[in-house]
């Protein structure tokens, strides 16, 4: 897993960093990460020793903001200068880092406008214009130099985050692209939530000192390799496990075939589908090998399409009464009972998840990993609560986020495939928790390996490649 910070998580951290190191300049420590960084992006992993003839042949532009964020790119500007490369800094915003300036002057880096940059060639920019305490979105003059940059195919480092991005959030309105971003001490929610993540680039978490103790963790995908279970030569569908799937309705049979969908593409050693005689009809015309009879399961999907039933209670009471590992989505949500059975997962939406904790889906959405862990200790249960960060929460206080994906599977249906996917993992018995990590992530990952409008189905089809190349 992989920590990421809020911006507020990292100012708090270095403020206690430079309280008991109050020698330590942390600025000279991000500007040597960052002029690493550049000149690996010039020179590449081979480093030269005999380079000095090349270096006065590419140039450097440093495209500087006010504040630590252009100080840090105007001292590894300095740096850059000092060794060999020629140098332009461009001051496009506020009023620049007065010793980071100094720095860059006396190291001999030359000073150009904005109207000059688009008549000159450079091999590297650097991105120090806004950092983590930046408002979203950029000037016009800057889109235009990013179209310049881009079309001129010259290579852009970012500091911290591209210009324009929140550090807090994986939404874009106007903001930089970069080839390669380096971040200090924990990655930020713009680099790892779409669409942000996808103008950062490469990200390099750069080590200065600081340790954020807050930080969350989010997984990554050697997180899913590592948890996925893969069958051996021994295995039977029972040791694969045995998924059972009370989901649909007369009025939506839809949910139960998709549900069933993503039980089955994720790996089930056998699935069987217990829904009303309608349902259990369009799932063997869609899926022949699946069971649709009771019988030994080892974990339950439930909730999926039910609708507003009056006999809804009954019907999770009946499940529930197995004792087995549940997840419960959608409508059974809504008729909780007080006891649930241990390592049960619920997979409600924000709106889902206002409703069981009697509060405003606005607030949910305005804090859902809060309301995630508020759930959890509510009902005693695992939480995932869906959006464009999903986060899981556990009765005990942890809390992580999944692997995130694009926002393609924000469409009805993908929660019925999520909760499919989920049943399987726990039925092979993963916990609740790593179900719900596992599941999420294994999604968002296939939506991100295919990008496009694929309907939830058609995503589900898409599992198996996807599991066989991360396994």
């Given at each position: 897993?992989?920590t990421?910070c809020?911006?507020?998580?990292m ?19 991000a500007a040597?990460?960052l002029?690493?960084a ?5 020179l590449?992993?081979e480093l030269?020793?005999?380079s000095?003839?090349w270096?006065a ?9 006010p504040?630590?964020?252009?100080g840090?790119g105007?001292?590894a500007?300095?740096?850059l200068?000092?060794?060999?490369w020629?140098?332009?800094?461009c001051?496009v915003?506020?009023t620049?880092h007065?010793?980071g300036r ?7 880096c ?6 000059q940059?688009a008549d000159?060639h450079?091999?590297l920019?650097i991105d120090?214009?806004?950092g ?20 001129s ?6 500091v911290?985050l ?6 807090d959030?994986g ?7 970069a080839?390669?971003t380096v ?6 929610w713009c680099?790892v939530g ?9 990200v ?5 000192g ?13 997180d899913?390799a ?11 569908k029972?040791s694969r ?11 939506y ?7 069933v ?6 790996g089930?050693?056998?699935v069987r ?6 349902v259990?009809s369009h799932v ?7 069971v649709?009879?009771e019988?030994?399961?080892q ?5 999926s399409?039910?609708?507003p ?11 529930l009464a197995?004792g087995?590992p549940t ?8 008729v909780?009972?007080?006891?649930i059975?241990?390592n ?8 889902e998840?206002?409703g ?5 889906r606005?607030e949910?959405?305005a804090?859902?990993?809060g309301?995630?862990l508020a ?17 899981v929460?556990d ?5 992580s986020?999944?692997?995130p994906?694009?926002g393609w599977t ?13 049943g ?9 928790r ?6 999420a ?14 309907s ?6 898409l ?6 190349d991360?396994?």
């Amino acid at each position: 897993m992989r920590t990421v910070c809020t911006a507020d998580q990292m100012r708090a951290a270095e403020q206690v960093f430079l309280d008991s190191h109050p020698d330590v300049d942390l600025m000279q420590a991000a500007a040597d990460a960052l002029t690493d960084a550049a000149v690996r992006m010039l020179l590449g992993d081979e480093l030269l020793e005999d380079s000095a003839e090349w270096l006065a042949q590419q140039r450097v532009l440093v495209l500087a903001g006010p504040g630590n964020n252009g100080g840090d790119g105007l001292f590894a500007a300095a740096r850059l200068s000092e060794a060999g490369w020629l140098v332009d800094v461009c001051q496009v915003l506020g009023t620049a880092h007065q010793q980071g300036r100094r720095a860059a002057q006396t190291a001999g880096c030359g000073e150009v406008g904005l109207d000059q940059i688009a008549d000159r060639h450079y091999d590297l920019a650097i991105d120090a214009v806004l950092g983590i305490g930046g408002r979203p979105g950029i000037p016009e003059s800057l889109i235009h130099l990013d179209a310049v940059l881009r079309e001129s195919g010259t290579a852009v480092l970012a500091v911290d985050l591209p210009s324009g991005l929140s550090a807090d959030s994986g939404e874009v309105t106007t903001a930089m692209h970069a080839t390669t971003t380096v971040t200090f001490a924990s990655a930020k929610w713009c680099h790892v939530g779409y669409p942000a993540v996808t103008r950062c680039g490469q990200v390099i978490v750069a080590d200065i000192g600081v340790a954020v103790d807050d930080a969350d963790q989010i997984d990554d995908v050697a997180d899913l390799a590592r948890r996925w279970p893969v069958p051996g030569p021994r295995s039977s569908k029972y040791s694969r496990g045995v998924v059972g799937l009370d989901t649909g309705s007369q009025q939506y049979p839809g949910a139960g075939v998709l549900g069933v969908l993503g039980a089955l593409r994720a790996g089930a050693g056998m699935v069987r589908c217990v829904g009303p005689d309608n349902v259990r009809s369009h799932v063997v015309n869609r899926a022949p090998s699946v069971v649709c009879a009771e019988g030994r399961v080892q974990a339950w999907v439930v909730g999926s399409g039910w609708g507003p039933a009056e006999d809804n209670s009954a019907r999770l009471d009946r499940r529930l009464a197995d004792g087995l590992p549940t997840v419960v989505d959608a409508d059974a949500l809504a008729v909780l009972p007080r006891r649930i059975p241990e390592n049960c997962l619920f997979t409600p939406h924000a709106g889902e998840l206002a409703g069981m904790l009697g509060v405003e889906r606005a607030e949910v959405e305005a804090d859902p990993r809060g309301h995630a862990l508020a759930g959890a200790r509510m009902f005693g249960a695992t939480v995932l609560v869906k959006g464009s960060i999903q986060w899981v929460a556990d009765p005990d206080g942890q809390v992580s986020a999944a692997l995130p994906g694009p926002g393609w599977t924000g469409q009805a249906g993908s929660g019925d495939t999520l909760a499919g996917i989920c049943g399987t993992l726990l039925a092979a018995g993963l916990s609740a928790r790593e179900a719900a990590l596992t599941g999420a992530g294994i999604q968002a990952l296939a939506a991100s390996r295919h990008p496009g409008p694929y309907s939830p189905d058609q995503l589900a089809d898409l599992l198996p490649q996807v599991i066989g190349d991360l396994v």
